[in-house]
């Protein structure tokens, strides 16, 4: 009989590592299955059964580091004063950290069937959880309330969120996700059964879903729990323009004056994102245009892809000012210099416009996010990990899907709607993004609708008909946004809402009445679906909470957010008010500069808008957030960047 140790090395010789993309994470996947299943070996050697037990005794052991796919570290040239395109060698002294294609961290300890790996199924008194659908048709149905928000702030997080999680899908040799049917027993296809009284989908067995991949928890390969993995870097780096690795990012540049590549519409004066002529892109029919960024999912909405168009045309307008400004700078100077600028100005926006509106200004004091108004921020901590933590990208950043409306209007430059489209009607459809005002029109209707309130309840189209119609062959014809949120968490082990609740200074409930800031009719459905309060999925219980003072999220999602927020500042080498690194800061009259940055001054730089509000993501008010012209909106002058000559 082998023993566990030469179990994971008879094994793991099979796959040999290849770097780059999904066919990496493919490998990654199974390495670390392979780990999982010596850990398990391991614990049933020493004759431990218990869970906490096994975990314990896993801690000593690891997988050689030839099979470990974090064994050999990035090569890092610290004299280098930019960013890498793949996140790696931000911290000094952990290489790996916030590159991309690494493991999620945790908040919590997952909480596996089995300990190690199988998905949350059943409940703590031994019994099955509720099905997700039904949990979606009951908890999360239809109910329009607006908001004191914008559209554009839930649309905007979704951006942002782009920039910061991809989880990777157990994928074929190709790097492809598999592909899952209703009849499979394949362990790697976690489905989601149809159930009874479900009549919008009693044409359908289930919701096809396979499970995400499985990674080793940390980078020296101990042995333990199925980790996640995340495609993308762990940075506010502007990764869903510039790429995530630096052979997509070189594919995305024109390689002269540090621009980005673009494409050019006729009849219009402006840039848009190139076109992609292969006919590749995923879920657009053969034929209809479609556009390439750092992001897969760029063409997913056509807000989405007018912002992505956004960022873009910034990018390109630095570029072209600082090659005038320093007309003897190289291509590479160029290109390097205005993404600094645009992440510096898109950080800018998420912590002094963005955030202290999401979490409200009392967190956002508590966890130290709010920009300085003068000198630079001397807080950084090479100690802290960054990492995006699991319970981040799969409930608490998906706060936004209860904010989206059913539609989306066009507003002409007047300020007068012309037009209301359906959600399903810009979905993967990313032509609308500059037909019939286009670009221009959708930013114009998002910064003068008002975005969903806050709360358990999903516009019809995201709980009952996501992605309906796109893709004939999956034996799926429609999916539940919230039920695949609620599918997920379990997936990935996320320990129920309570746990999460109580970390973050409520009540720790012992039954569904003690969820005393979850409205009284939410805790009644909640009594009919969950058998236990600590069965609560997360994302459930987060978004039935009552907004925070003063900001959008619930309590429990505003710590969630608000932590990942502070790692990502605090841990960011390359953030940008940090002043302790010679090579990297911008200099004083720099940084006083992106001070001035705003989110309505993007709008008025990159599109055709005259009159904005100040704040975007808050709804236009005539005392205290007025329309303004964008003659009277702060702009960056960058001759701060003028470099002497002698």
Known sequence: MNHPRSLLEKSSKQTVLTPGGSKRAKEIHDLSTLGLKAARAIAKAQGYQGKKKSNILLKSYKAPSKFCP????????????????????????????????????RILNPIYDDGLNMPRRRSVMGRILPNPRKIAMNIHHELDMISHVTNMFPHFGQFVDHDLTLTALISDEEGTPIKCFCHSHDFDCYNIPIPIGDHINKDQRCMVTPRSAASFKKFNCHLGHREQLNLLTHWLDMSQTYGNDLKTNLKLRLRYGGLLNSSVVRGLNRDYLPFIQDGSCPNIPAGQPCFKSGDIRVNQNSILTSLQTIWLREHNRVAKILAKINPYWSDEKLFQEARKIVTATYQHIIYKEWLPILVGIKVAKLYGLLPLNQGYFNRYNYKLFPNIANEFSTAAMRF???????????VDKNYRAYSNSSFPSIIFKPASAFKRGGLDSYVRGCIVE???????????????????????????????LPALNIHRGRDHGLAGYNHYRALCGLNYAKSIDDLFNVPVHIRAKLKTLYE???????????????????????????????????????????????????????????????????????????????????????????????????????????????????
């Not at 936004?400 to 066009?410: C, E, M, N, P, Y």
């Not at 309130?453 to 429609?478: A, C, I, M, Q, W």
């Not at 008025?604 to 009159?611: E, G, L, V």
């Open 70 to 105: 974090y064994a050999t570290k990035p090569y890092c040239d610290f004299s280098y004063p930019y960013r890498s395109a793949d996140g790696s060698c931000n911290n000094k002294y952990y290489t790996w950290w916030g590159m991309s294609e690494t493991p999620f961290k």
């Open 450 to 480: 008002p975005s969903l309130r806050y709360d358990s309840n999903v516009v019809d189209h995201l709980n009952n008909h996501l992605f309906e119609g796109l893709n004939k062959d999956s034996p799926t014809k429609r999916f539940s």
């Open 532 to 646: 236990h309060v600590n069965d609560i999925d997360l994302f459930t219980g987060g978004v039935s909470e009552l907004p925070i003072e003063g900001g959008v999220v619930g309590p429990t999602f505003a710590c969630i957010l608000a932590k990942q927020f502070r790692d990502l500042k605090f841990g960011d080498r390359f953030y940008y008010e940090n002043g302790h690194d010679y090579t990297t800061r911008l200099s004083y009259r720099q940084l006083d500069e992106i001070r001035k940055a705003s989110f309505a001054r993007i709008l008025c730089d990159n599109t055709d808008i005259q009159f904005v509000q100040k704040n975007p993501f808050l709804r236009n008010n005539f005392q205290t957030n007025p329309l303004i012209s964008c003659s009277n909106i702060d702009s960056i002058n960058y001759l701060a960047w003028k470099e002497k000559t002698y």
């Open 400 to 410: 936004g899907h209860t904010l989206v409306r059913a539609s989306a209007i066009k």
